[in-house]
């Protein structure tokens, strides 16, 4: 009986990585564009709270950068002012991360066809 011959098993290209970053977040930062982002579009906290979903006072230890949010929260911000994650987070990360946006990006495709998937 002849033997037969194993297949040859092919090994993906190392494929380079960009650097995820591992940092601390600056809320303030974050909080202080939200801010002016509102006050830009000429709305109030409560305003603000009601058409996201969330108490006022929240969103006011938000903009100080009191406390973080959920994404499903960032993304409601996002489309209420309708900015991007780039304009939020364009200089509140270190140069050497300027592929994070691309990241984040992926991460809420990601999120987003899981939950409309089910």
Same mark, same amino acid.
């Given at each position: 009986m002849p033997s037969k011959d194993k297949?040859?098993?092919?090994?993906p290209l190392s494929v380079k990585r960009p650097a995820m970053y591992t940092g601390k977040i600056n809320f303030d930062a974050i909080g202080r564009k939200l801010r002016t982002?509102?006050?830009?579009?000429? #709305?109030?906290?409560?305003?603000?709270?009601? &058409?996201?979903? /969330?108490t006022s006072a929240f969103v006011g230890h938000?903009?100080?950068?009191?406390r973080s949010m959920s994404l499903d929260t960032l993304i409601h911000f996002f489309n209420l002012y309708r900015i991007t994650i780039d304009q939020l987070l364009?200089?509140? #990360?270190?140069?050497q991360?300027?592929?994070? &946006?691309?990241? /984040?990006?992926?991460m809420l495709k990601n999120k987003n066809s899981r939950t409309a998937g089910g």
């Open positions: 297949p040859k098993i092919r090994r982002e509102r006050m830009r579009m000429g #709305l109030t906290q409560e305003q603000v709270a009601e &058409s996201i979903g /969330i938000i903009e100080r950068g009191e364009s200089d509140t #990360l270190p140069p991360y300027n592929d994070v &946006s691309s990241q /984040i990006v992926n």
